[in-house]
T-cell receptor, first 111, second 115 residues
Framework: GNSVTQMEGPVTLSEEAFLTINCTYT??????LFWYVQYPGEGLQLLLK?????DKGSNKGFEATYRKETTSFHLEKGSVQVSDSAVYFC??????????FGGGTRVLVKP | ETGVTQTPRHLVMGMTNKKSLKCEQH?????MYWYKQSAKKPLELMFV???????ENNSVPSRFSPECPNSSHLFLHLHTLQPEDSALYLC??????????????FGSGTQLSVL
């Protein structure tokens, strides 16, 4: 079956540091890949997505590249802010299936 | 009004109680979802409704009973729950034609504690 594995966290870092959250997946076929973000006290919202190999999704300074050879979709941001503190969820959607989410990674950015 | 509104935000109930969670979306979507978010576990899809008809039920125990009276409202009726049912319950909706839930809009959730 389809599955998503991401680093557990929490990830604690200082403002302006570089952030990487690893995500790997197992899926049949060629899934679309997503990152969702959940800010404190809010529901999840779509951050970015990529629909085919080598695509790069980007939004709000975050980037992730669809790597088919390593079945990965790592999230990166070059300089984080306190407002980036949230839980980040990696997800995939294979053809004919619903979204499958990873367990989420909590990120805490300190001033 | 925000896009997807859930009430109550917090709920504490005993194992013999009956309660209901409510979700309302103001986005004109035609599909709605219930997810369960437990600590350190992936989000679990519980139910999917499309055009007010249930299209998916992921082996959820019968103590959880969904209801979708119209495309804007979704309920989750709870009865005789167990402590392991304590979790954050998230409602989501998606746009017309996106029944596979590629881009979901989530509410803030109801934090449920079962004593």
């Amino acid at each position: 079956g389809n599955s998503v594995t991401q680093m557990e966290g929490p990830v604690t870092l200082s403002e302006e540091a570089f952030l990487t959250i690893n995500c790997t997946y197992t899926a049949t076929g060629y899934p679309s890949l997503f990152w969702y973000v959940q800010y404190p006290g809010e529901g999840l919202q779509l951050l970015l997505k990529a629909t085919k190999a080598d695509d790069k999704g980007s939004n709000k300074g975050f980037e992730a590249t669809y790597r088919k050879e390593t079945t990965s979709f790592h999230l990166e941001k070059g300089s984080v802010q306190v407002s980036d503190s949230a839980v980040y969820f990696c997800a995939l959607k294979a053809a004919g299936n619903k979204l499958t989410f990873g367990g989420g990674t909590r990120v805490l950015v300190k001033p | 009004e925000t896009g997807v509104t859930q009430t109550p935000r917090h709920l504490v109930m005993g194992m013999t109680n009956k309660k209901s969670l409510k979700c309302e979306q103001h986005l004109g979507h035609n599909a709605m979802y219930w997810y369960k978010q437990s600590a350190k576990k992936p989000l679990e899809l519980m139910f999917v409704y499309s055009l007010e008809e249930r299209v998916e039920n992921n082996s959820v125990p019968s103590r959880f009973s969904p209801e979708c009276p119209n495309s804007s409202h979704l309920f989750l009726h709870l009865h005789t729950l167990q402590p392991e049912d304590s979790a954050l319950y998230l409602c989501a909706s998606s746009e017309v034609g996106d029944i596979m839930g590629e881009k979901l809009f989530f509410g803030s959730g109801t934090q449920l504690s079962v004593l």
